[in-house]
């Protein structure tokens, strides 16, 4: 079978139904003589002559023709190529917390203590594999804010980079929301997300999350923020999730608060369900029409059909 093959307009096909039903016809009426002749002593000569029936190759050039033209009716194609284009989609900037605190080993992920920054990184990365057809880039900070990676669809290198990235000093989380929104603003026609991951046990540097906020609250730019908390709340130093909850509710996002792996995946799964992808990249694909190479020969048939009809092949009245 044929690989990229199909019928624009497969109704016509239908039509070969009537062209066999006449075949079946034709093929049940007696022979009608063009010609009587009182005695076989005159048409000895005509039957020793020759075999050849011009009236079958003329119905055949005829039939032929028809299931020609009917089959180029129902369109027939091949396919060309395929090429993408590039819908609305959903653009993820992920914004994670490098500082120092990060590397506090507190964070509990399936029955493991672990620092809370490479809990961090298991969980976002199984939140990354499971949008395949999200554009997501990466940016870190701790006292200074970077584009580890730019939006893209190649998350094998993007998890490549998100192994790559180490902890630092200091906590900037409004210059880390500022360099995230100057990546997604080219995206002018499609849905940009920050999804902000930090300890926030202080602010060193930057400007406050929240007034940075306030600037992407008409660029239509929404901020998810996730706030990594000790399972000892004693222990917390000091609580920013004031300046958190107003970033995010001034961009209509959410803000969470977490303590341990789980609670973790389980966010990153409400966020999956907040920000399901409402189009994805679609495949276009382009036929070739192969309706004139049936449709001439076709034609051509039934012109020649015609022609002959009238030339020596033609029947006696």
Same mark, same amino acid.
């Given at each position: 079978m044929l690989t990229g093959f199909r019928f624009e307009s497969p109704w016509w096909l239908l039509a070969l139904l009537l062209v066999a039903a006449l075949l079946w016809w034709r093929g049940r009426r007696s022979p009608v003589a063009a010609v009587k002749y009182p005695g076989r002593a005159l048409l000895g000569p005509a039957v020793r002559a020759t075999r050849f029936r011009p009236g079958a190759w003329l119905s055949g050039m005829r039939l032929l023709a028809l299931v020609l033209l009917v089959v180029a009716l129902a369109r027939p194609q091949l396919e060309k190529s395929t090429t993408r284009e590039d819908a609305r989609g959903i653009n993820i900037m992920l914004t994670l917390d490098f500082s120092?605190?990060?590397?506090?080993? @507190?964070?509990?992920? @399936? !029955?493991?203590? *672990?620092?809370?920054? +490479?809990?961090?990184?298991?969980?976002?990365? +199984?939140?990354?594999? $499971?949008?395949?057809?999200?554009? *997501? %880039?990466? =940016? %870190?900070?701790? /006292?200074? $804010?970077?584009?580890?990676?730019?939006?893209?669809? @190649?998350?094998?290198?993007?998890? +490549? /980079?998100?192994k790559a990235e180490r902890n630092g000093s200091g906590t900037? =989380? %409004?210059? !880390?929301?500022? =360099? $995230? $929104?100057e990546h997604l603003q080219k995206h002018t026609n499609e849905t940009r997300v920050i999804v902000l991951v930090t300890d926030a046990e202080n602010i060193s540097a930057g400007p406050p999350p929240d007034e940075v906020a306030e600037a992407l609250r008409p660029l239509g730019i929404r901020v998810h923020s996730i706030q990594l908390v000790s399972p000892q709340p004693a222990w917390q130093r000091d609580d920013l999730s004031e300046y958190l909850t107003r970033a995010s509710a001034r961009t209509g996002g959410e803000y969470? /608060? *977490?303590?341990? !792996?789980?609670?973790?995946? !389980? *966010?990153? %799964?409400?966020i999956d369900r907040l920000e399901k992808q409402k189009l994805t990249d679609r495949k276009l694909k382009s036929y070739r029409e192969l309706f004139p190479w049936l449709a001439l020969p076709g034609l051509g048939l039934l012109l020649l059909e015609m022609i002959l009809a009238q030339t020596k092949w033609r029947r006696l009245p």
């Open positions: 120092g605190t990060m590397k506090t080993k @507190d964070f509990f992920l @399936d !029955g493991r203590r *672990v620092a809370r920054s +490479e809990g961090l990184r298991s969980i976002v990365a +199984e939140f990354i594999r $499971a949008r395949p057809q999200d554009r *997501v %880039g990466l =940016v %870190g900070f701790d /006292r200074d $804010a970077w584009l580890a990676s730019p939006l893209t669809l @190649d998350h094998e290198w993007l998890l +490549e /980079r998100l900037a =989380v %409004g210059s !880390g929301l500022v =360099v $995230a $929104a969470f /608060r *977490v303590r341990n !792996g789980l609670d973790l995946r !389980g *966010v990153y %799964g409400q």
